[in-house]
């Protein structure tokens, strides 16, 4: 499964954080209110491990407080100077409600 966001191409959206793998990437958190195909981006960010990431993430209360009926995650598999540049580019781009650090 994969969804667009921006110009990247994200391997998801996953409703279970088991779906993700333990690599370096750059990760969206997707909100949806039951509408099928119609995810909102609620956060952008990166990690050297996805799944441990999402899991423990501090803005978890604020990706909850959006209140979509469904969270989840996608995730674009890079390097490290890679994630770095694409998830500045992507938050400028987007301007995720919750991308406040």
Known sequence: MAIKIGSYNF??????????????????????NGNG????VVDIGESEDVQE???NHDRAPCWK????SVLAAAAYYVTE?????????????????????
């Open 37 to 40: 195909n119609n995810w909102v």
């Open 53 to 55: 990431r999402v899991e």
């Open 11 to 32: 391997d998801g959206p996953h409703t279970s954080t088991r779906a993700l793998c333990k690599q370096s990437d750059v990760y969206a958190i997707l909100g949806n």
């Open 81 to 101: 100077r890679q994630r770095m540049q694409i998830e500045q580019e992507l938050r400028a781009q987007l301007n995720p409600p919750c991308g406040d650090r």
């Open 65 to 68: 407080g959006q209140k979509h």
